[in-house]
């Protein structure tokens, strides 16, 4: 028997991944990160090759660990976790500074961050894992409370991107209903994701047939949290 979702009651801390290349930088979330030795301290992360993060560290060989906290909000995780920096940048309107490595440390909803030199690279299917000596670490907040992956996606009800190394299809995938496929569909400007209207949000209590514009004023794209007045309407 594979039962796949007890893969969840594994332990993993929400952190943001950055690099640097020709200048540039870019990020995105990951739940992969653990030390793997005490002396030298050292780290390891799993990053999907698809991934331009991936890109940067590849080239740069260096990279940070930005620890979000509890609090960081979803727009704010949507923003690393479901865009692209091929198609925004990331770090526009985001405190942070550069760290001895030259890659940026995020300061915003974040509760500390290390940053690491990459000692080798081994290739697992669709992802790389990287290991790391740690060459700096600092807590920047004492009083704030790490971010689990259980905790985005049981307290947040935060979703996971298919290029997630911890990524799984859930048993609770909604099926088409008859009947309702004339509605229109409406796209997140944020995130890309496509609220259909046949399938509804049924991991947050909307039901398959409900129109967008029937959605509860409190609504927000299930991926990265923006608010119903950021989407807009697919034409068919």
């Known amino acids: 028997?594979?039962?796949?979702?007890?893969?969840?009651?594994?332990?993993?801390?929400?952190?943001?991944?950055?690099?640097?290349?020709?200048?540039?930088?870019?990020?995105?979330i990951v739940n992969t990160v653990f030390q793997i030795t005490?002396?030298?301290?050292?780290?390891?992360?799993?990053?999907?090759?698809?991934?331009?993060?991936?890109?940067?560290?590849?080239?740069?060989?260096?990279?940070?660990?930005?620890?979000?906290?509890?609090?960081?909000?979803?727009?704010?995780?949507?923003?690393?976790?479901?865009?692209s920096g091929r198609e925004a940048d990331k770090f526009e309107q985001v405190n942070y500074k550069t760290g001895q490595t030259g890659s940026p440390i995020i300061l915003d909803n974040t509760l500390g961050f290390i940053e690491a030199e990459v000692t080798e690279s081994i290739d697992v299917e669709t992802h790389t894992l990287f290991i790391a000596r740690i060459v700096a670490c600092e807590t920047l907040d004492e009083d704030k409370e790490p971010m689990t992956y259980t905790y985005y996606r049981d307290i947040k009800h935060g979703r996971t991107p298919k290029t997630a190394a911890t990524y799984i299809k859930t048993k609770s995938a909604a099926k088409l209903k008859e009947g309702i496929t004339n509605m229109k569909?409406?796209?997140?400007?944020?995130?890309?994701?496509?609220?259909?209207?046949?399938?509804?949000?049924?991991?947050?209590?909307?039901?398959?047939?409900?129109?967008?514009?029937?959605?509860?004023?409190?609504?927000?794209?299930?991926?990265?949290?923006?608010?119903?007045?950021?989407?807009?309407?697919?034409?068919?």
């Open 1 to 28: 028997m594979l039962d796949l979702e007890s893969l969840f009651k594994l332990s993993y801390g929400m952190c943001i991944i950055s690099s640097r290349k020709n200048g540039r930088f870019n990020g995105c």
């Open 38 to 83: 005490p002396e030298p301290p050292m780290v390891a992360v799993s990053v999907n090759r698809q991934c331009l993060t991936h890109e940067y560290i590849t080239d740069s060989r260096v990279f940070t660990v930005s620890i979000l906290s509890q609090e960081a909000p979803m727009v704010f995780i949507g923003k690393f976790g479901f865009r």
């Open 185 to 236: 569909k409406y796209k997140c400007l944020l995130c890309g994701y496509i609220y259909n209207p046949a399938v509804g949000d049924p991991d947050n209590g909307v039901e398959a047939g409900t129109a967008f514009e029937d959605l509860p004023d409190g609504w927000t794209c299930p991926d990265c949290g923006a608010g119903k007045d950021e989407f807009e309407i697919l034409d068919d």
